[in-house]
């Protein structure tokens, strides 16, 4: 059984204005294997910022199912669901939500004080990661005193240490310079490569490239798919790159 199955999943939003009805998405299907490392792409308004919300249960579908580890999310109630998003899944975001009130370290501990753990539980958790992460040195220190690529290691710390069945990422390089996007690339890949399943949006090719599997989004549908196969980084460049070129081209001719 696939660790995330997305059925049939539809969303409609109606515009205050006029009661005008928008479909952001329209009967999208996939799955996402235990362990999976899965890039979704697409153009601005395309769906793929409303699917990472509904899969994060931050919005609820019109229709559809989301289940993780054969859980349907949509039976829950909303305390239900905080509670459920907090132990299992975890979130990393393009402008870090990081509190400036708290240490890095206070940030980290942040879901795990929500869920009453104790301190030397937390402690415990934090040390492997830190140093995986490399932040060890700075977890006293503010957001405001480091650099953005060390607030988005933070950030990814403090979604790893819930222990979260699956990893939400939402352009997690967008803020980032070329150096810290190729390190925080790196770390998605290592935390990968132990076993974490990961799903991100994201419009950057270098980003996606580091992916097992990339979906295209389009019009709210899923229509195309990539697998890394044996592929390299660079040999899964040139698939998407090609793939986008594809795209853009049937676009222009329907417009046309």
């Not at 890949?189 to 979906?215: C, P, W």
Request: with cysteine; hydrophobic share 40%; net charge neutral.
């Amino acid at each position: 059984m696939a660790l995330l199955e997305v059925i049939n999943l539809k969303k409609v939003y109606t515009t205050r204005l006029g009661g005008t009805k928008v479909q952001a998405l329209d009967q999208v299907n996939f799955t996402v294997e235990k362990g999976e490392y899965v890039a979704i792409m697409g153009e601005s308004g395309s769906g793929k910022t409303t699917l990472l919300n509904l899969m994060a249960s931050l919005d609820r579908p019109t229709s559809g199912q989301i289940i993780l580890n054969g859980i349907n999310m949509e039976t829950m109630k909303q305390k239900q669901l905080c509670g459920f998003r907090r132990e299992h899944l975890g979130f990393v975001f393009q402008d870090f939500n990081l509190l400036d009130s708290l240490t890095l370290k206070d940030n980290i501990f942040l879901p795990l004080v929500l869920s009453g753990k104790d301190y030397t539980d937390m402690a415990q958790r934090l040390l492997p990661l830190a140093n995986k992460l490399a932040i060890s040195d700075i977890l006293e220190k503010y957001p405001y005193e480091v650099s953005g690529g060390q607030k988005q290691r933070a950030a990814v710390a403090r979604a790893l240490i819930t222990n979260p069945q699956i990893l939400l990422a939402d352009e997690p390089t967008g803020a980032l310079d070329s150096k810290a996007s190729d390190q925080l690339l790196k770390i998605f890949s290592e935390v990968n490569k132990d076993g974490q399943t990961i799903f991100m949006v994201t419009h950057s090719v270098q980003a996606a490239s580091r992916a097992g599997r990339v979906l295209f989004i389009k019009d709210g549908c899923v229509f195309h798919q990539i697998y890394r196969g044996t592929s390299s980084n660079e040999e899964m460049y040139r698939k998407i790159t090609d793939s986008l070129t594809v795209i853009q081209t049937k676009k222009q001719e329907e417009v046309s």
